[in-house]
């Protein structure tokens, strides 16, 4: 049941028949009666007697007359609520003419409350348009400007609008990703407040000029100290334009993902060998994982793979050097850890990881970046493009077919994608 439809009940209340206590500010009731198709029908009026003139601002008590509104409420459980507002004129013997007494519940013009407009809106944050719609009884534009109006209130909060193009705050450290509208075909790009732990904006496109009229709406482009991104050469270039002062840090998940893709072509060139062809049926994922994500069991079948296919083992033993160099080296040990690593790649890595290697020449200060920041270990992986969050606001496109929608559901929603990436531990920030 709605909180604003539970409150004790006074007995003067139950005496008049009021089962239903409305509280909305300003209003009392006059009457409820519960209608044959289970619509409950509350009269209500203003508390005060007077009015303000919205002419001279002088106080009036002279009513004019009476007309009666109907307006939409919030449900009650399954039960629709109308209310029948008696709206009064009051007379302005100052001026000689009448007005109208505001109406805070609703809203001038409004035919809803102001709380079922924004339960609509909140609704359909989190659901298609269509189901919103469907559930309330009312029009896919009645939802759609719900959902404009709460996701403006709660943007304004934090800076940002529902109208692309504006001007953005300016965090100390900047995260930028991408995901697919359409795979192969359309991007767009993400740029997170890691400190925060808050989308900014989302834009369309991820080419470098694309992201650069991105990054140019950055209030103070002097204030960012760090961007984190994966190893894009367009974003890259975008950062090292708008924000030449910013360091750019390569995330370490993807570093991570990269050399796991390397890993991947080694075990599935081996699957597709004679000798690997059945051995390695139905077995090869457990190459592609992490060897703490493993039962005792998918050890003891990964172990007796990996005596037969030494090559893999070394792959996978590769990567997960790389692992536990991210995990235990300092700015002070990175640079010689990570040379130590590349030239047991270069000796003892399967091919396909010694062509890996070559975006760990081309970024290497944005790798060895990372460490300059820890213990915070800057990181934006939670926002990575395949993040499930914006899968499932895609799966639920009904009535979000462009951009705008999608955009506004991902600046009130993807904001908890962040939660995990910067969150603090004893006083100090880290990674999850």
């Known amino acids: 049941m709605p909180k604003q439809h539970i409150t004790k009940e006074t007995s003067n209340q139950e005496e008049q028949g009021i089962v239903v206590p409305l509280e909305l500010e300003g209003l009392r009731i006059l009457r409820q009666e519960v209608q044959p198709d289970g619509t409950i029908r509350i009269e209500v009026i203003a508390i005060t007697d007077r009015a303000r003139c919205t002419h001279c601002q002088s106080m009036c008590v002279k009513q004019h007359d009476v007309r009666k509104l109907r307006k939409r409420d919030v449900p009650l459980r399954e039960h629709r609520v ?238 997960e050097d790389l692992r536990s160099w991210y995990a235990t080296a300092s700015a002070a040990t990175a640079a010689n850890g990570l040379d130590a690593w590349i030239a047991s790649v270069n000796r003892d890595g399967a091919a396909e990881m010694c062509k890996a290697l070559s975006a760990f020449r081309n970024w290497r200060r944005e790798i060895l970046a990372f460490f300059d920041f820890l213990p915070t270990r800057l990181s934006n992986g939670e926002v990575s493009g395949k993040n499930n969050r914006t899968k499932a606001i895609m799966r639920q496109g009904y009535g979000y077919r462009n951009r705008r929608n999608l955009r506004m559901r991902i600046l009130l929603e993807v904001a908890s994608w962040i939660s995990a990436t910067f969150t603090l531990k004893d006083g100090e920030p880290y990674a999850l």
């Open 82 to 319: 109308e209310l029948v507002l008696y709206k009064r004129r009051f007379w302005c013997l100052r001026l000689s003419l009448a007005f109208t007494e505001p109406d805070s519940a609703c809203g001038r013009g409004k035919r809803t409350t102001v709380r079922l407009r924004e339960v609509i809106g909140k609704q359909a944050s989190s659901r298609p348009i269509a189901h919103v719609a469907s559930e309330y009884g009312v029009g896919p534009r009645f939802v759609q400007g719900s959902l404009e109006a709460v996701a403006n209130l709660q943007l304004v909060k934090r800076g940002l609008s529902v109208d692309e193009g504006k001007p953005l705050p300016t965090p100390r450290f900047l995260g930028i990703d991408e995901f697919a509208r359409r795979k192969g075909h359309r991007y767009d790009t993400i740029l997170c407040d890691l400190d925060a732990r808050q989308v900014l904006d989302v834009s369309a496109g991820r080419k470098q000029e694309e992201v650069v009229r991105l990054l140019e709406r950055l209030t103070d482009c002097d204030v960012v100290e760090a961007v984190s991104m994966d190893m894009s050469e367009s974003f890259r270039g975008a950062v090292q334009l708008c924000l030449p002062r910013a360091r750019i840090v390569a995330d370490h998940f993807h570093v991570i993902q990269h050399i796991g893709k390397a890993v991947k072509q080694v075990v599935t060139r081996w699957a597709k060998s004679e000798v690997g062809k059945s051995a390695l049926k139905g077995h090869q994922h457990l190459f592609l994982r992490n060897q703490e994500d493993l039962s005792i069991e998918e050890e003891q079948t990964r172990a007796s793979l990996a005596r037969a296919f030494p090559e893999i083992a070394g792959a996978c033993q590769l990567k």
